[in-house]
């Protein structure tokens, strides 16, 4: 592959990985407006949040036969309009069943995003020779800053879900249609006998459970600040319902200037330092924000979460990929079920913990979980293996 196809191929993936962002806050933020325009009761609403998760992940499993017909590009290209198209369905609609069609397609077509949105990530990352994994991950986030922003305006507008998803959709939707010319650069063949042992033998679980489980631990922990932190903040710390939006907001920003510099990181630390700092970082914001006496220390605690965590779910992708470089796709498809996997259980974990317990109690759950990622971090490998695919860069032949 050349140098300028590589470029375009990772500008064109960050241009995916931003749209998705966008996409994915637009419609968490927008849940309150999307429960009243349809009438969905609190007991229901529930069940029609977890359906997304689950079909997502039922998804992500059916990506790795697809993705071995025609590969991870193909895939990417067709799901993310897919994924555009229902969120302004989700807006359009007026009945529950229209609700339940445009959600579950949402989820279905999010699993096979997200699965090969992070296959291409890892195999560019292969190709390049260096970490690049966590600059893809640096655009989601601020893709998320960017929809939550917008999903802002509509609320305090009072705009129909329909009125403000369309201009999004009509932008993103051919931005993402012209970039995805360039996917291909993404993908690669393992020439026979570069994999070693590996190749042809497939992805053995217990090997890949390890970086299964710091998924989980990482999306548990994401998790709990979306969906916790506001009402923490609020009826914990007693602070205003103004200065309860403040720690998301802080999170998602940490979280992208983490990602924005993590890359550099790697290639001079290693992966598995970075993780282990990021774990030890993450559980030292849970635990601030346990014993935080008001609400700025609070705030204080979450934005160092966002430094934390934002590292990892990054690099356990890349992890998977230099663990199985024979059969990278299907052990990120694999690895990519146990980020719904951890945040279907970490929401209603603190929630029944905080009303069992107690909310402060809570956190440090969540904090002891992520600091068990620093006891797998040898699964991220040695310093030296930075990019990606073990010590020596392996030949790649192109299919694009």
């Known amino acids: 592959m050349t140098d300028a196809r590589l470029r375009r191929g990772r500008g064109s993936l960050a241009v995916s990985f931003f749209v ?22 609190d007991a229901l609403l529930p069940a029609f949040l977890a359906a997304v998760p689950i079909l997502a992940g039922v998804a992500s499993v059916t990506t790795e036969k697809v993705v071995a017909r025609v590969g991870p590009a193909v895939v990417l290209r067709w799901a993310q309009p897919v994924v555009l198209l229902a969120l ?46 966590l600059g893809f991950h640096a655009s989601y986030s601020l893709g998320g800053i960017v929809g939550a922003s917008l999903a802002w305006v509509g609320a305090h507008w009072h705009l129909s879900l329909f009125v403000s998803y369309l201009p999004v959709v009509a932008l993103l939707l051919p931005a993402a249609l012209v970039g995805s ?11 026979k006998g570069e994999a070693g042992e590996n190749q ?17 631990f990482a999306y548990i922990g994401d998790s709990t600040v979306s969906n916790w932190s506001a009402k923490y903040l609020q009826d914990v710390l007693g602070s205003s ?11 998602m920003v940490t979280t992208l200037l983490g990602r924005a510099v993590g890359d550099l990181g790697v290639r001079r630390l290693g992966a598995a330092t970075v993780v282990r700092c990021g774990a030890v970082l993450a559980a030292l914001g849970f635990a601030v924000v346990a014993v935080a006496p008001g609400a700025w220390v609070g705030i ?16 356990t992708f890349a992890a998977a990929g230099r663990l199985f470089p024979g059969a ?32 402060r109690g809570a956190m440090l759950v969540p904090m002891v979980l992520v600091l068990v990622t620093v006891v797998y971090a040898t699964s991220f490998g040695s310093r030296e293996a930075r990019y990606g695919g073990g010590h020596e860069r392996p030949r790649t032949v192109d299919v694009g």
Do not use: K
């Open 20 to 41: 998705q962002g966008v996409t994915f806050a637009l419609l968490v933020t927008r849940i309150p407006g999307i429960q009243d325009r349809y009438g969905i009761s």
């Open 88 to 133: 302004l369905g989700v807006g359009a609609g007026t009945e529950l069943w229209e609700a339940a069609v445009a959600l579950g397609l949402f989820g279905l077509a999010v699993g096979a995003l997200d699965a090969s949105m992070n296959m291409l990530g890892v195999n560019l990352q292969r190709a390049y020779g260096r970490s690049i994994m």
């Open 181 to 191: 010319r360039w996917y291909g650069a993404g993908e690669h063949r393992t020439v």
């Open 200 to 216: 042809g033998s497939g992805v053995a679980f217990a090997l890949l459970l390890p970086l299964c489980l710091v998924m989980t």
């Open 241 to 251: 319902e103004e200065v309860a939006t403040v720690p998301y907001s802080a999170y």
């Open 300 to 315: 204080a605690g979450f934005t160092v979460l966002g430094f934390g965590l934002s590292v990892i779910v990054p690099q």
């Open 328 to 359: 990278s796709d299907a052990a990120v498809a694999r690895l990519n079920v146990f980020n719904y996997v951890g945040f279907l259980i970490g929401s209603p974990l603190v929630g029944a913990l905080g009303d069992a317990w107690s909310y």
